[in-house]
């Protein structure tokens, strides 16, 4: 059944709408909210071939890394890691030189991204 004119551009009226908006207006206001700064960094993007060692010495390069772990998935029979982690400088200073240093960068073939660490009261 054809639509006609009058029909159509009360159809189009109604659904442009539609477009103007952006589709993850809710998420992105949810993404922006300010972390704050802890001596803990979260990276992402790591390979599954990262170890906790290659980890640290990547982040040793901007501070005194007193921490690196790479989580591990336990239900893989490889022991691969799930492609994610965190790293624990001594100081904020050295934190947020290692989260501007490595964020963006090559880790084992992948790009990684590093923030502040939530803290765990906020999971």
């Known amino acids: 059944m054809a639509l006609r004119s009058g029909n159509l551009r009360r159809f189009l009226s ?3 709408s539609l ?3 952006p589709l993850y207006a809710a998420k992105a206001a949810r993404v922006t909210e ?3 700064p802890s001596t803990t960094l979260f990276v992402s ?3 599954g071939r990262t170890t906790n060692q290659k980890l640290r010495e990547a982040f040793a390069n901007f501070g005194d890394v007193i921490q690196a772990k790479v989580v591990m998935d336990r239900s893989s029979l490889s022991n ?3 492609g994610y982690g965190f790293v624990r400088y001594s100081n904020l200073e ?3 030189k290692g989260m501007e240093g490595m964020d963006g960068q090559f880790l084992d073939g992948r790009v990684i991204f590093t923030e ?3 803290p765990k009261d906020t999971l």
């Open 19 to 21: 477009f103007d908006r």
């Open 14 to 16: 109604t659904t442009s």
């Open 116 to 118: 502040y660490a939530k």
């Open 80 to 82: 691969h890691s799930k």
């Open 94 to 96: 050295d934190a947020q």
């Open 34 to 36: 300010q972390i704050p």
């Open 45 to 47: 993007g790591l390979s």
